[in-house]
């Protein structure tokens, strides 16, 4: 007797026959179940209450505990995996509110010099509207299954990141693997001691740290490997609800998101180039600029200086430019650069693709074979049940 | 709980009371998604569906407009795996036309009556399976209604799954000998 066999299609009152007689899925399902229908709901909650005037606005402090929480993940991972935090951290001086003080008086400036006409501003005032609206209102639940592969660079080309990330909406599964390289010049500063035990400067650049990290069922795991380090590859595993890297999805750890979620309200757009085409697909560049207020150690000031951001004198202030090619179907960015003084950030899509084409989160299979040759990184993650691999 | 305590529950504590309405309505509104995904579905498809129906009747919830919660979530969950159906088939290649009688309301005389037929024998298959005692009744149902395999229902009843095939294997044979009693007593 095969299982398709014994029921046809019963009716509606059958089928609530059977499950009042015969209640369905254990606690622990249930509850991952429930969960993930309550994360979609204050998704969808978020984002109807944050609404201002026509254009949605995403909340930015998901970004910013992101941030902590990745910061930790990679302090404890992945160490050579530093570059990315001076992604986060080295231009963190400033707290947002007084970022947000400078920029409007300087913009509030820029505008009144601009000798233009009425009609021309109204026109490109529309324009910049449309294309920061279709920026924000980016949204990657509209794809079931979507794959994003890219590279981050920052310290001016001294610290790149390739990663892949992957979702796939109707199993939940969702993958993010990080790989980071460095050049010479990112060792440069590292005491000597730490470089000759390491084998050199050069040798610490051809060091490749990795982060394989797979969002599976409830599960959450990570590989972490590091060329520099001998003996096998550390894993650790703990409750997906435990992860930030995919709330409220895989994409949120993507520079460009970052951007959009601390930094997109701050600069002004100067420049619009239409019919870009970038990865075979239509796009638009903005160029938009923004001033910067440095740290107060920058501009030989003292550190006690009570009031940074309040220097509008210019000799805190620094100017900074952000290009982004923004996919003209989507909203989402695929490349942005951002240029501050002699530095610059560059964060560039390499593949993007939809449903069908994407690339799928690991299988179970894989993720078994992949930790097989690994060792927990801690007793919780040794005793941790993995059977949701097996099932 | 009664509808009435969901919907005073979550018009004061939404949270509870999305649990509330969740605990409640879970087991029926998978029946109905299982009912009507069975055969193109995974069991991620099905769980898929589940997520969004009760989503969207969180979301679309209007405590004034809504009396009888089981009609209004039993609609919202079939729409959603009859539009899930129709991509996974249209995804496999399958073309089940919109006017298909798996789609449509019964409405030729036929049609009620080969729905009544099946009803009977819902109805007698249900009963003889009841007849077949716990936990062999609850595992033929997640077995063959829900798809669940030894594993999963293994782990619902605490049994493990060697002995649930076991079981399983024994308590279809038992079942296949009650069914052809029915037909031998008509």
Same mark, same amino acid.
């Given at each position: ?88 951290n ?25 000798d ?5 501003t ?40 390739h ?14 693997i ?32 990795k ?64 019919n ?58 695929l ?6 003084g ?50 | ?39 193109p ?23 004034? $407009? ?9 609609t ?6 009859? $539009? ?21 309301e ?35 149902i997640?077995?063959?209604?829900y ?5 999963e ?34």
């Amino acid at each position: 007797m095969k299982k398709d066999q014994l029921f046809g299609r019963v009716s509606d009152e059958e089928a609530a026959r059977i499950a009042d007689e015969y209640p369905t899925g254990d606690i622990k399902h249930r509850d991952r179940i429930f969960r993930e229908i309550e994360r979609r709901v204050e998704d969808t909650s978020a984002s109807v209450d944050e609404v201002s005037g026509v254009e949605s606005y995403r909340s930015r402090i998901w970004g910013k505990v992101l941030s902590a929480a990745a910061v930790f993940v990679l302090v404890a991972g992945a160490a050579a995996g530093g570059g990315y935090l001076l992604l986060r951290n080295g231009r963190a001086g400033v707290p947002v509110a007084e970022f947000s003080e400078i920029s409007s008086s300087v913009t509030e400036v820029e505008t009144t010099e601009e000798d233009t006409t009425e009609e021309d501003t109204t026109e490109e005032q529309l324009t910049k509207e449309d294309l920061i609206a279709k920026i924000k209102n980016r949204d990657y639940d509209a794809y079931d299954q979507l794959s994003i592969k890219y590279h981050t660079t920052v310290n001016s080309g001294a610290s790149c990141e390739h990663s892949e990330a992957r979702r796939d909406r109707i199993t939940g599964n969702e993958s993010l693997i990080k790989v980071w390289t460095h050049t010479a010049e990112y060792y440069k500063d590292l005491d000597d001691e730490i470089i000759a035990e390491s084998g050199g400067i050069d040798k610490l650049a051809e060091t490749i740290t990795k982060n394989e990290m797979f969002m599976y069922k409830d599960l959450y795991i990570c590989v972490y490997s590091d060329t520099s380090s001998p003996g096998p590859d550390q894993y650790e595993a703990f409750d997906r609800s435990r992860c930030d890297f995919d709330k409220p999805n895989i994409f949120c750890d993507l520079y460009s998101e970052y951007i959009i979620n601390d930094d997109l309200d701050n600069f002004e757009v100067q420049d619009i180039t239409t019919n870009v085409e970038f990865i075979g697909r239509d796009c638009t560049q903005l160029v938009m600029t923004s001033d910067y207020v440095l740290p107060p150690a920058y501009k030989d000031a003292p550190i006690t200086d009570p009031s940074p951001a309040k220097d509008v004198t210019g000799q805190g202030v620094q100017k900074q430019t952000l290009t982004l090619t923004v996919d003209n179907e989507t909203g989402f960015i695929l490349a942005a650069k951002l240029v501050y003084g002699e530095n610059y950030e560059e964060f560039t899509v390499e593949e993007i693709l939809f449903n069908e084409d994407a690339a799928l989160p690991e299988d179970a299979g894989y993720i078994k074979n992949r930790i097989a040759g690994c060792i927990p990184n801690c007793e919780e993650t040794a005793a941790y049940d993995l059977s949701q691999l097996d099932e | 709980m009664t509808d009435s305590e969901i919907t005073e529950l979550m018009k004061n504590s939404p949270q509870q009371g999305h649990r509330a309405l969740f605990d409640e309505y879970y087991s029926y509104v998978y029946a109905i998604s299982v009912n009507i995904l069975r055969g193109p579905a995974s069991q991620e498809d099905i769980e898929e569906c589940v997520i969004d129906a009760f989503a969207s009747v969180i979301k679309k919830f209007d405590i004034s $407009s809504v009396t009888a919660l089981k009609p209004f979530i039993g609609t919202v969950a079939k729409n959603k795996a009859i $539009s899930m159906r129709r991509s996974l088939t249209a995804k496999a290649g399958i073309i089940i036309s919109i006017d298909s009688e798996e789609f449509r309301e019964p409405a030729s005389d036929e049609c009620i009556d080969r729905n009544a037929e099946n009803s009977v024998m819902t109805e007698l298959l249900l009963q003889r399976i009841k007849e077949l005692g716990e936990p062999d009744s609850t595992i033929i149902i997640q077995k063959y209604f829900y798809e669940r395999n030894a594993k999963e229902i293994g782990r619902m009843i605490g049994m493990k799954h060697a002995t649930v095939r076991m079981r399983c294997a024994r308590a279809v044979k038992k079942l296949r000998s009650l069914l052809e009693d029915s037909d031998k007593e008509e």
